[in-house]
Protein backbone atom coordinates (compact mmCIF):
# COMPACT_ATOMS: atom_id res chain seq x y z
CA UNK A 1 0.00 0.00 0.00
CA UNK A 2 1.31 3.36 -0.87
CA UNK A 3 2.65 5.59 2.29
CA UNK A 4 0.28 8.27 2.84
CA UNK A 5 3.40 11.07 3.00
CA UNK A 6 1.38 14.56 3.96
CA UNK A 7 3.27 17.19 1.69
CA UNK A 8 1.57 21.01 3.26
CA UNK A 9 -0.75 23.00 0.99
CA UNK A 10 1.49 26.00 0.50
CA UNK A 11 4.31 23.78 -0.47
CA UNK A 12 2.78 21.50 -2.91
CA UNK A 13 1.36 24.64 -4.28
CA UNK A 14 4.85 25.93 -4.72
CA UNK A 15 6.22 23.20 -6.08
CA UNK A 16 3.36 23.06 -8.89
CA UNK A 17 4.24 26.97 -10.21
CA UNK A 18 7.46 27.25 -9.00
CA UNK A 19 9.15 28.58 -12.50
CA UNK A 20 5.95 31.32 -12.89
CA UNK A 21 5.94 32.24 -8.95
CA UNK A 22 9.42 32.96 -8.88
CA UNK A 23 9.46 35.29 -12.25
CA UNK A 24 6.77 37.09 -10.75
CA UNK A 25 8.21 37.37 -7.50
CA UNK A 26 11.61 38.58 -9.21
CA UNK A 27 9.74 41.18 -10.88
CA UNK A 28 8.51 43.01 -7.87
CA UNK A 29 11.92 42.92 -6.56
CA UNK A 30 13.10 44.53 -9.64
CA UNK A 31 10.29 47.01 -9.85
CA UNK A 32 11.08 49.03 -6.63
CA UNK A 33 7.40 49.15 -5.90
CA UNK A 34 6.16 47.13 -2.90
CA UNK A 35 2.89 48.41 -1.84
CA UNK A 36 -0.67 49.02 -3.78
CA UNK A 37 1.40 49.46 -7.32
CA UNK A 38 0.89 48.00 -10.34
CA UNK A 39 0.31 44.02 -9.10
CA UNK A 40 -2.43 45.07 -6.82
CA UNK A 41 -4.43 46.97 -9.38
CA UNK A 42 -4.35 43.91 -11.55
CA UNK A 43 -5.34 41.62 -9.42
CA UNK A 44 -7.96 43.59 -8.23
CA UNK A 45 -9.27 43.53 -11.62
CA UNK A 46 -8.29 40.00 -12.24
CA UNK A 47 -9.96 38.51 -9.42
CA UNK A 48 -13.16 40.82 -9.81
CA UNK A 49 -13.70 39.52 -13.22
CA UNK A 50 -13.23 36.07 -12.28
CA UNK A 51 -15.78 36.19 -9.65
CA UNK A 52 -18.23 38.78 -12.34
CA UNK A 53 -18.14 41.33 -9.59
CA UNK A 54 -17.56 45.09 -10.51
CA UNK A 55 -15.00 45.92 -7.68
CA UNK A 56 -12.19 44.38 -5.86
CA UNK A 57 -10.17 45.48 -3.12
CA UNK A 58 -7.19 43.83 -1.77
CA UNK A 59 -6.40 44.46 1.92
CA UNK A 60 -3.81 42.72 4.33
CA UNK A 61 -5.97 39.24 5.76
CA UNK A 62 -9.18 37.86 5.11
CA UNK A 63 -10.18 39.32 8.72
CA UNK A 64 -9.54 42.91 7.99
CA UNK A 65 -11.95 41.83 4.61
CA UNK A 66 -14.42 41.28 6.97
CA UNK A 67 -14.05 44.06 9.44
CA UNK A 68 -13.97 46.75 6.62
CA UNK A 69 -16.83 45.16 4.62
CA UNK A 70 -18.56 45.68 7.67
CA UNK A 71 -17.53 49.53 8.54
CA UNK A 72 -18.31 49.94 4.71
CA UNK A 73 -22.00 48.93 5.43
CA UNK A 74 -22.12 51.45 8.03
CA UNK A 75 -21.90 49.08 10.93
CA UNK A 76 -19.92 49.84 13.95
CA UNK A 77 -20.26 50.44 17.86
CA UNK A 78 -24.09 49.71 19.28
CA UNK A 79 -24.77 47.75 15.76
CA UNK A 80 -24.98 44.00 16.15
CA UNK A 81 -25.01 41.45 13.25
CA UNK A 82 -25.95 37.86 12.67
CA UNK A 83 -24.07 34.82 11.88
CA UNK A 84 -22.96 31.42 12.71
CA UNK A 85 -21.12 29.80 15.64
CA UNK A 86 -19.83 26.98 13.13
CA UNK A 87 -17.13 28.79 11.71
CA UNK A 88 -13.37 29.96 12.20
CA UNK A 89 -12.58 32.65 15.16
CA UNK A 90 -12.10 35.23 12.48
CA UNK A 91 -15.76 35.96 11.41
CA UNK A 92 -16.75 37.23 14.97
CA UNK A 93 -13.56 38.46 15.51
CA UNK A 94 -14.46 40.91 12.72
CA UNK A 95 -17.53 41.92 14.25
CA UNK A 96 -16.06 42.88 17.35
CA UNK A 97 -13.33 44.64 15.61
CA UNK A 98 -15.67 46.73 14.40
CA UNK A 99 -17.18 47.32 17.53
CA UNK A 100 -20.32 45.44 16.55
CA UNK A 101 -22.10 42.66 18.77
CA UNK A 102 -22.53 38.95 17.21
CA UNK A 103 -25.62 37.53 17.29
CA UNK A 104 -25.49 33.98 16.68
CA UNK A 105 -27.82 31.58 14.53
CA UNK A 106 -27.96 27.91 13.85
CA UNK A 107 -26.67 25.72 10.72
CA UNK A 108 -27.85 23.51 8.39
CA UNK A 109 -26.95 20.24 9.65
CA UNK A 110 -26.62 18.58 6.03
CA UNK A 111 -24.77 21.56 4.84
CA UNK A 112 -22.71 23.32 7.77
CA UNK A 113 -23.78 26.55 6.59
CA UNK A 114 -26.24 29.24 7.40
CA UNK A 115 -30.16 27.67 8.14
CA UNK A 116 -32.52 30.57 6.70
CA UNK A 117 -35.64 29.10 8.67
CA UNK A 118 -33.10 29.44 12.15
CA UNK A 119 -32.26 33.14 10.72
CA UNK A 120 -35.63 34.35 10.73
CA UNK A 121 -36.06 32.81 14.21
CA UNK A 122 -33.18 34.62 15.18
CA UNK A 123 -33.56 38.03 13.73
CA UNK A 124 -37.38 37.89 14.81
CA UNK A 125 -36.90 36.99 18.15
CA UNK A 126 -33.92 39.54 18.67
CA UNK A 127 -36.39 42.21 16.84
CA UNK A 128 -39.24 41.16 19.37
CA UNK A 129 -37.09 41.86 22.71
CA UNK A 130 -38.21 45.16 24.27
CA UNK A 131 -35.46 47.89 22.81
CA UNK A 132 -33.27 49.07 25.47
CA UNK A 133 -30.25 51.82 25.72
CA UNK A 134 -27.67 49.13 25.49
CA UNK A 135 -29.23 47.00 23.10
CA UNK A 136 -27.67 46.93 19.82
CA UNK A 137 -29.65 47.69 16.74
CA UNK A 138 -29.11 44.69 14.05
CA UNK A 139 -27.93 46.01 11.54
CA UNK A 140 -26.08 43.11 8.99
CA UNK A 141 -26.20 39.25 8.49
CA UNK A 142 -22.71 37.37 7.56
CA UNK A 143 -23.30 33.49 6.10
CA UNK A 144 -19.83 31.68 5.94
CA UNK A 145 -19.80 29.36 2.73
CA UNK A 146 -18.01 26.82 5.16
CA UNK A 147 -15.96 23.97 4.00
CA UNK A 148 -16.27 25.62 0.43
CA UNK A 149 -20.54 24.76 -0.35
CA UNK A 150 -22.22 27.93 -0.74
CA UNK A 151 -24.84 29.08 1.90
CA UNK A 152 -28.61 29.26 0.68
CA UNK A 153 -28.28 32.61 -0.48
CA UNK A 154 -31.33 33.32 -2.44
CA UNK A 155 -33.02 32.66 0.97
CA UNK A 156 -30.66 34.26 3.06
CA UNK A 157 -30.36 37.49 0.78
CA UNK A 158 -34.51 37.50 1.00
CA UNK A 159 -34.91 37.37 4.60
CA UNK A 160 -31.86 40.02 5.11
CA UNK A 161 -33.79 42.69 2.47
CA UNK A 162 -37.16 41.84 4.70
CA UNK A 163 -35.84 43.22 7.59
CA UNK A 164 -33.28 45.74 6.19
CA UNK A 165 -30.30 44.71 6.77
CA UNK A 166 -26.81 44.11 4.56
CA UNK A 167 -25.48 41.00 4.04
CA UNK A 168 -21.86 40.29 4.19
CA UNK A 169 -20.29 36.72 2.62
CA UNK A 170 -17.72 35.36 4.29
CA UNK A 171 -16.22 33.70 1.05
CA UNK A 172 -12.48 32.96 2.81
CA UNK A 173 -13.30 29.52 2.12
CA UNK A 174 -15.38 29.06 -1.13
CA UNK A 175 -13.10 30.72 -4.20
CA UNK A 176 -14.85 29.96 -6.96
CA UNK A 177 -17.91 28.32 -5.50
CA UNK A 178 -21.06 29.18 -7.36
CA UNK A 179 -24.89 28.78 -6.79
CA UNK A 180 -26.98 28.68 -9.78
CA UNK A 181 -24.17 29.59 -11.67
CA UNK A 182 -23.35 32.89 -9.64
CA UNK A 183 -20.26 32.64 -7.70
CA UNK A 184 -20.29 33.14 -3.87
CA UNK A 185 -18.91 36.67 -3.35
CA UNK A 186 -21.68 38.63 -5.28
CA UNK A 187 -24.73 37.74 -4.11
CA UNK A 188 -24.55 39.74 -1.37
CA UNK A 189 -24.11 43.57 -0.11
CA UNK A 190 -19.98 42.88 -0.13
CA UNK A 191 -17.96 39.89 0.51
CA UNK A 192 -14.73 39.24 2.08
CA UNK A 193 -12.26 36.81 0.83
CA UNK A 194 -8.62 35.73 2.61
CA UNK A 195 -5.29 34.57 0.94
CA UNK A 196 -4.02 32.90 3.36
CA UNK A 197 -1.53 29.98 2.81
CA UNK A 198 -4.06 27.31 3.26
CA UNK A 199 -7.17 28.78 1.48
CA UNK A 200 -8.38 27.30 -2.46
CA UNK A 201 -6.56 30.50 -3.54
CA UNK A 202 -3.81 31.23 -1.04
CA UNK A 203 -0.88 33.36 -1.47
CA UNK A 204 2.44 33.06 0.30
CA UNK A 205 1.51 35.22 3.30
CA UNK A 206 -1.32 37.07 4.37
CA UNK A 207 -3.65 38.54 1.56
CA UNK A 208 -7.58 39.14 1.19
CA UNK A 209 -9.86 40.78 -0.70
CA UNK A 210 -13.15 43.04 -0.46
CA UNK A 211 -15.78 42.53 -3.07
CA UNK A 212 -18.63 44.29 -4.21
CA UNK A 213 -21.03 45.54 -7.09
CA UNK A 214 -21.55 48.67 -6.04
CA UNK A 215 -19.10 51.59 -7.07
CA UNK A 216 -19.87 53.52 -3.51
CA UNK A 217 -19.44 51.04 -1.51
CA UNK A 218 -16.36 49.99 -3.43
CA UNK A 219 -14.55 53.42 -2.90
CA UNK A 220 -15.35 53.64 1.26
CA UNK A 221 -13.73 50.58 1.41
CA UNK A 222 -10.64 51.66 -0.76
CA UNK A 223 -10.73 54.78 1.72
CA UNK A 224 -10.72 52.92 4.56
CA UNK A 225 -7.92 50.16 3.61
CA UNK A 226 -5.62 53.20 3.61
CA UNK A 227 -5.75 56.09 6.32
CA UNK A 228 -8.98 57.74 4.48
CA UNK A 229 -6.56 58.55 1.69
CA UNK A 230 -8.17 60.10 -1.62
CA UNK A 231 -4.42 61.97 -2.27
CA UNK A 232 -1.63 61.18 -0.51
CA UNK A 233 -1.19 62.71 3.16
CA UNK A 234 -4.44 63.73 3.02
CA UNK A 235 -7.91 61.55 4.75
CA UNK A 236 -11.22 62.56 3.87
CA UNK A 237 -12.15 60.17 6.32
CA UNK A 238 -11.02 58.35 9.27
CA UNK A 239 -9.15 54.89 7.88
CA UNK A 240 -6.52 52.74 8.89
CA UNK A 241 -3.75 50.67 7.17
CA UNK A 242 -4.48 46.95 5.92
CA UNK A 243 -3.24 46.81 1.99
CA UNK A 244 -2.38 43.71 -0.20
CA UNK A 245 1.42 43.79 -0.71
CA UNK A 246 2.82 43.69 -4.03
CA UNK A 247 4.75 40.24 -4.22
CA UNK A 248 1.65 38.32 -2.77
CA UNK A 249 -0.82 40.35 -5.97
CA UNK A 250 1.81 38.92 -8.34
CA UNK A 251 2.09 35.66 -7.02
CA UNK A 252 -2.52 35.55 -6.58
CA UNK A 253 -2.04 36.81 -10.24
CA UNK A 254 0.05 33.44 -11.36
CA UNK A 255 -2.27 31.35 -9.07
CA UNK A 256 -6.07 32.70 -10.05
CA UNK A 257 -5.94 31.24 -13.93
CA UNK A 258 -5.36 27.71 -11.81
CA UNK A 259 -8.41 28.22 -9.57
CA UNK A 260 -11.09 26.53 -11.27
CA UNK A 261 -9.33 23.73 -12.53
CA UNK A 262 -7.57 23.20 -8.91
CA UNK A 263 -11.15 23.49 -7.74
CA UNK A 264 -12.06 20.60 -10.02
CA UNK A 265 -8.76 18.27 -8.95
CA UNK A 266 -10.61 18.70 -5.32
CA UNK A 267 -13.98 17.77 -6.66
CA UNK A 268 -12.32 14.26 -7.90
CA UNK A 269 -10.61 13.99 -4.15
CA UNK A 270 -13.63 14.67 -2.82
CA UNK A 271 -15.77 12.25 -5.35
CA UNK A 272 -13.13 9.54 -4.61
CA UNK A 273 -13.46 9.25 -0.80
CA UNK A 274 -17.69 9.38 -1.29
CA UNK A 275 -17.07 6.27 -3.67
CA UNK A 276 -14.37 4.66 -0.83
CA UNK A 277 -16.33 5.66 1.74
CA UNK A 278 -19.69 5.11 0.89
CA UNK A 279 -20.30 1.86 2.87
CA UNK A 280 -17.77 2.98 5.52
CA UNK A 281 -20.98 4.27 8.06
CA UNK A 282 -19.89 7.57 8.35
CA UNK A 283 -21.51 10.26 7.21
CA UNK A 284 -20.30 11.91 3.83
CA UNK A 285 -20.51 15.95 2.76
CA UNK A 286 -23.78 16.58 1.07
CA UNK A 287 -24.02 18.60 -1.91
CA UNK A 288 -27.27 20.58 -2.35
CA UNK A 289 -29.05 21.11 -5.65
CA UNK A 290 -27.51 23.63 -7.73
CA UNK A 291 -24.38 24.16 -5.77
CA UNK A 292 -20.92 24.07 -7.17
CA UNK A 293 -18.79 23.03 -3.94
CA UNK A 294 -15.26 23.79 -4.12
CA UNK A 295 -14.31 21.36 -0.87
CA UNK A 296 -11.85 23.76 0.91
CA UNK A 297 -12.43 21.09 3.33
CA UNK A 298 -13.59 17.54 2.81
CA UNK A 299 -15.54 17.36 6.55
CA UNK A 300 -17.69 13.68 7.33
CA UNK A 301 -19.07 12.72 10.59
CA UNK A 302 -19.04 10.40 13.29
CA UNK A 303 -20.36 10.77 16.78
CA UNK A 304 -17.02 8.69 17.88
CA UNK A 305 -14.74 11.04 16.45
CA UNK A 306 -12.31 11.70 18.66
CA UNK A 307 -11.98 7.34 18.69
CA UNK A 308 -11.38 8.16 14.84
CA UNK A 309 -8.95 10.31 14.88
CA UNK A 310 -6.70 8.41 17.08
CA UNK A 311 -7.13 5.31 14.70
CA UNK A 312 -6.20 7.24 11.79
CA UNK A 313 -3.46 9.53 13.53
CA UNK A 314 -1.67 5.85 14.02
CA UNK A 315 -2.31 5.09 10.21
CA UNK A 316 -0.31 7.78 9.44
CA UNK A 317 -3.29 9.60 8.27
CA UNK A 318 -3.80 13.55 9.56
CA UNK A 319 -6.80 14.89 10.50
CA UNK A 320 -8.22 18.07 11.42
CA UNK A 321 -11.20 19.47 13.76
CA UNK A 322 -12.74 22.62 11.73
CA UNK A 323 -14.09 23.76 14.27
CA UNK A 324 -13.83 22.34 17.94
CA UNK A 325 -15.55 24.82 20.12
CA UNK A 326 -18.75 26.86 18.66
CA UNK A 327 -17.39 30.36 18.67
CA UNK A 328 -20.41 30.95 21.56
CA UNK A 329 -19.05 28.76 24.18
CA UNK A 330 -15.30 29.49 23.19
CA UNK A 331 -13.95 31.45 26.53
CA UNK A 332 -13.33 35.13 24.63
CA UNK A 333 -17.17 35.10 23.17
CA UNK A 334 -19.51 32.97 25.83
CA UNK A 335 -22.40 35.10 27.28
CA UNK A 336 -21.13 37.95 24.68
CA UNK A 337 -23.66 37.37 22.12
CA UNK A 338 -26.94 36.93 21.49
CA UNK A 339 -28.81 33.17 20.85
CA UNK A 340 -32.36 32.86 20.34
CA UNK A 341 -34.26 30.61 23.09
CA UNK A 342 -33.96 27.45 20.61
CA UNK A 343 -30.20 27.39 21.63
CA UNK A 344 -27.53 26.28 18.89
CA UNK A 345 -28.31 22.61 18.88
CA UNK A 346 -26.72 21.88 15.63
CA UNK A 347 -24.14 24.01 15.85
CA UNK A 348 -22.77 21.67 19.07
CA UNK A 349 -23.41 18.64 17.57
CA UNK A 350 -21.15 19.53 13.97
CA UNK A 351 -18.76 20.35 16.34
CA UNK A 352 -18.60 17.26 18.58
CA UNK A 353 -18.46 15.20 14.94
CA UNK A 354 -17.07 16.88 12.21
CA UNK A 355 -13.87 15.66 11.14
CA UNK A 356 -11.77 16.69 7.92
CA UNK A 357 -9.97 14.40 5.90
CA UNK A 358 -6.93 15.67 3.74
CA UNK A 359 -7.82 17.24 0.91
CA UNK A 360 -5.74 18.98 -1.86
CA UNK A 361 -5.49 19.80 -5.37
CA UNK A 362 -2.34 17.71 -5.64
CA UNK A 363 -3.70 14.44 -3.44
CA UNK A 364 -3.35 11.31 -5.33
CA UNK A 365 -5.50 8.72 -6.11
CA UNK A 366 -3.44 6.38 -3.96
CA UNK A 367 -3.32 8.63 -1.36
CA UNK A 368 -7.19 8.82 -1.18
CA UNK A 369 -7.16 4.88 -1.30
CA UNK A 370 -4.99 4.67 1.64
CA UNK A 371 -7.39 7.56 3.45
CA UNK A 372 -10.15 4.97 2.88
CA UNK A 373 -8.72 2.18 4.12
CA UNK A 374 -7.49 3.05 7.02
CA UNK A 375 -10.76 4.72 7.98
CA UNK A 376 -12.69 1.28 7.16
CA UNK A 377 -10.42 -0.31 9.38
CA UNK A 378 -11.86 1.57 12.01
CA UNK A 379 -15.30 1.78 11.13
CA UNK A 380 -16.70 -1.75 11.23
CA UNK A 381 -16.14 -1.42 15.15
CA UNK A 382 -18.90 1.53 15.08
CA UNK A 383 -20.98 0.48 12.51
CA UNK A 384 -21.79 -3.55 13.54
CA UNK A 385 -23.96 -4.74 10.69
C1 LIG B 1 -9.47 31.97 7.06
C2 LIG B 1 -10.82 32.49 7.42
C3 LIG B 1 -11.04 33.84 7.73
C4 LIG B 1 -9.93 34.83 7.99
O1 LIG B 1 -8.95 34.97 7.07
P1 LIG B 1 -7.48 35.50 7.50
O2 LIG B 1 -6.88 35.86 6.19
O3 LIG B 1 -6.80 34.36 8.18
O4 LIG B 1 -7.66 36.67 8.38
C5 LIG B 1 -12.34 34.28 7.93
N1 LIG B 1 -13.38 33.44 7.86
C6 LIG B 1 -13.22 32.12 7.58
C7 LIG B 1 -14.43 31.24 7.51
C8 LIG B 1 -11.93 31.60 7.38
O5 LIG B 1 -11.80 30.30 7.11
Redesign the pocket.
Known amino acids: MAAFLPISLPASRYAAHQAALDTAITEVLRSGQFILGRQTEAFEREFAAFLNAAHAVGVG????A?EIALRTCGVGPGDAVVTVSH??V??VAAIERAGATPVFTDIDAATFTMDPDALWETISAYQSHPPTAERARLKAVIP?H?YGHPADMQTIVTIARGFGLSVIE?C??SHGASLLGKMTGTWGDMA?F???PT?NLGGFG?G?AVVTNDPVLAEKARLLREYGWRTRQISSTPGFNSRLDEIQAAMLRVLLPHLNEENACRRAVAKSYDTGLARSGVALPALQRDCLHVFHQYVIRVAARDSLRVHLEAEGVPTQIHYPVPLHLQPAYARRGFIGSHGLPRSEAAAREVISLPISPWMETSQVQYVCEALSRWAPQQQPG
Open positions: NGTDLTAATVLDAQASFYKDG
